[in-house]
């Protein structure tokens, strides 16, 4: 049965300084809350005053964050890697929980250089006016948005037609493609697959945290 436990603790304990393995981790102890964050917002089926230009805007604005967030979770993933100290106490976990680190770190690496890297390019760190200028080149000309214009009433004016543009931003540059949708798909597929990210960085964490030796 699992259970759950609560206690202060020193976190100059929990992350010393000069520990490169310590760092890692409490980076990705944000980037763990980050993603979580950023996934139920997602699934969120009424964000309130966030849909105020409309839920598939909400869902998109943390899509997008959720690349970011999965291009740190990579490179977390990779200095640890190279940290003997963290390989010692990986490997006194199940084999489980080491394969779990190990394909994470395959997965996140291989959508990478698929096209991850380049949609937080592109969308997640930056909208790039390049990726823009690319995206308006293919638009096809009968494709239509909604503007609303509120006349000077502050929060009352969206611009809806953005979604459009977002979505469009995240398929391949310089190609027009027969079917973007299913690209789209696939992409966005591959992307919700790396949210289970959390659960291994959970058990990571817990084996960090054990190997301290902090817990009461």
């Known amino acids: 049965m699992s259970r759950s436990r609560t206690q ?3 976190l100059s304990d929990l992350f010393p300084a000069n520990d490169p393995v310590a760092v890692s981790m409490a980076r990705l102890c944000i980037l763990r809350e980050d993603l979580m964050l ?3 917002a997602v699934r969120l089926e009424n964000g309130g005053a966030l849909d105020s230009n409309g839920k598939e805007w909400r869902r998109l604005y943390f899509w997008r964050n959720s690349f970011k967030t999965l291009e740190s979770v990579r490179s977390a993933l990779q200095a640890l890697s190279g940290q003997k100290r963290f390989q010692e106490i990986l490997e ?3 084999k489980e929980i080491q394969k779990g680190f190990q394909n994470l770190t395959k997965a996140l690496s291989k959508v990478s250089a698929e096209f991850l890297k380049n949609l937080r390019n592109d969308l997640g ?3 790039q006016h390049s990726a823009i200028e690319s995206t308006l080149a293919r638009l096809d000309p009968l494709e239509k948005g909604l503007l609303e214009i509120s006349d000077g009433l502050v929060g009352k004016q969206h611009y809806r037609f953005t979604s459009g543009l977002v979505l469009s931003m995240m398929l391949p ?3 027009r493609l027969e079917r973007p949708e299913r690209e789209l798909k ?4 591959k992307v919700a697959l790396l949210m289970w990210a959390v659960l291994i960085i959970d058990e990571i964490f817990n084996s960090y ?3 301290r030796r902090l817990l009461e």
């Open 125 to 127: 760190g930056h909208v």
């Open 209 to 211: 945290v054990k190997s």
């Open 8 to 10: 202060f603790i020193s």
């Open 173 to 175: 540059r310089g190609e």
């Open 92 to 94: 006194k976990e199940p």
């Open 186 to 189: 696939r992409r966005s597929r």
């Open 38 to 40: 950023e996934a139920q």
